[in-house]
């Protein structure tokens, strides 16, 4: 394996130093490493004026393989996570068929570990088939090769309270996770954009706020209840972020149960005026919400009540996207540009320093997804090198004939946005170096 040598790179946005990659691990830190030091082969890398952060760890994407391999396959995929810095991805279980057993999420796992561009986590489903009537093989998917310890049937919500409550209660043996897509069905059905003044005027059915917050409420309850781990995915209203708050200061003065929450870039950046130019690529699940409702989000996202950016990459084929808004289908990519509308919304802002996004986008993804112990991790000697080069300089114009991804639907295309990922490293092998796919 290659040895490398960054040199003058600011680690957190830190005083420039000296990283030296070897054997798969972070073997100095400090200024002045000169080559002529070292044994091995070496390639030296010219960090000056770039961030090194963590390799991104992200709890929600959607690979769409087996089944969907027109829309997303775990290669296309996991290029387009190297691409965006990441070196860990959650794959959600409604692929085809979904992975509801041992076996499939075997072999999604074994998938990820072929293509080589970033560790694939499977997330197993909570109910079989997603159907929410009875609970999937919790047990055998976290005993098997992949180690699933996060469950969730992302794309539908367990609006059943009492397969929630045994699904929190089943996940505790295992110290996993259950995640929650909070949507009470009853108040979405047909629902195409966020409910206000705006879906009244277009004439598109309302996607109520309440539709989520309802759900949160029942679901942290159950999780007090039960003394288990509850993680709310995709929040999306200013309420939601209130009541997490809320259920996190109950928490900690307990100490017997938890509940994460993720943003998503989309819903930090975009609100749902977008819809006013009935092109589908704005059509995402949730919804784009209010401008209030975004900077609540920012707002929680800086003060910790949301954990973790997860971008919940839903890649689809043209055919899905280029219809009428109520034909198609909800979802946008998100895995490439993730680190640059954070960069927009929270560190050019001020909300954000690098550590704070190291820390949302890598250690605490990582540790609820109960991959700490190899990915997450400081940028320290001794530790794992996953570490990703960032260059928050330059601005670009979003192109989607240059993503990694099988699908287009990016909702940034003709958008300038801040900074580009120069390289990054998986285990210390590059994946991506002078930005571009190894």
């Known amino acids: 394996m290659t040895t490398y040598l960054i040199k003058n790179v600011g680690v957190l946005g830190a005083e420039p130093t000296d990283l030296l990659l070897r054997d798969g691990v972070v073997a100095e830190v400090a200024s002045g490493i000169s080559t002529s030091s070292i044994a091995d082969a070496v390639e030296t890398v010219d960090g000056t004026g770039l961030i090194a952060?963590?390799?991104?760890?992200?709890?929600?994407t959607?690979?769409?393989e087996p089944g969907r391999e027109d829309a997303e396959t775990v290669e296309s995929g996991t290029r387009a996570a190297?691409?965006?810095?990441?070196?860990a991805v959650h794959a959600m279980a409604n692929t085809e068929p979904v992975a509801d057993t041992a076996g499939v999420v075997e072999q999604v796992w074994r998938l990820g570990r072929e293509a080589g561009y970033c560790d694939v986590f499977p997330v197993g489903a909570v109910t079989v088939g997603l159907q929410g009537q009875q609970l999937a093989e919790l047990g055998a998917m976290a005993d098997s090769a992949a180690r699933v310890r996060v469950f969730s049937d992302d794309g539908r919500c367990v609006s059943d309270a009492v397969l929630m409550r045994r699904a929190l209660e089943y996940v505790k043996a295992f110290d996993g996770v259950v995640a929650q897509h909070a949507q009470e069905p009853r108040l979405t059905e047909g629902a195409q954009m966020n409910e206000g003044e705006l879906?009244?005027?277009l004439g598109l059915a309302g996607w109520p706020a309440v539709a989520e917050e309802a759900i949160i409420a029942r679901d942290v309850l159950l999780a007090e209840h039960v003394g288990s781990r509850l993680h709310v995915c995709h929040v999306s209203t200013a309420g939601s972020v209130e009541l997490i708050r809320w259920a996190k200061g109950k928490a900690a003065k307990d100490g017997t149960w938890s509940v994460t929450a993720e943003a998503c870039p989309h819903h930090l950046l975009l609100?749902?005026?977008?819809?006013?130019?009935?092109?589908?690529?704005?059509?995402?699940?949730?919804?784009?919400?209010?401008?209030a409702d975004a900077e609540a989000l920012r707002a929680g996202l800086a003060d910790g009540t949301i954990d973790v950016v997860a971008t919940d990459h839903a890649p689809h084929p043209?055919?899905?996207?280029?219809?009428?808004?109520a034909a198609a289908a909800f979802g946008m990519l998100g895995l490439e540009t993730a680190l640059s509308i954070v960069q927009e919304t929270m560190v050019d802002t001020g909300l954000l320093d690098w550590a704070g996004v190291a820390d949302r986008m890598s250690y605490a993804p990582a540790r609820i997804g109960r991959v700490a112990d190899q990915h997450g991790r400081p940028i320290a000697e001794g530790e794992p090198a996953n570490v990703v080069l960032y260059d928050p300089a330059p601005r670009r114009t979003v192109d989607p004939a240059e993503s990694a991804s099988l699908s287009r639907n990016t909702p940034y295309r003709g958008m300038e946005l801040p900074g580009r990922v120069v390289a990054t490293f998986l285990r210390g092998k590059p994946t991506v170096l002078d930005g571009k796919l190894c």
């Open 53 to 60: 952060l963590p390799g991104l760890v992200d709890l929600h």
């Open 62 to 64: 959607h690979l769409r």
């Open 82 to 87: 190297a691409a965006g810095g990441f070196t």
């Open 199 to 201: 879906s009244g005027r």
């Open 271 to 291: 609100t749902d005026e977008l819809a006013a130019t009935y092109d589908p690529i704005y059509k995402v699940n949730p919804p784009l919400r209010s401008a």
């Open 318 to 325: 043209l055919e899905d996207k280029d219809c009428e808004w």
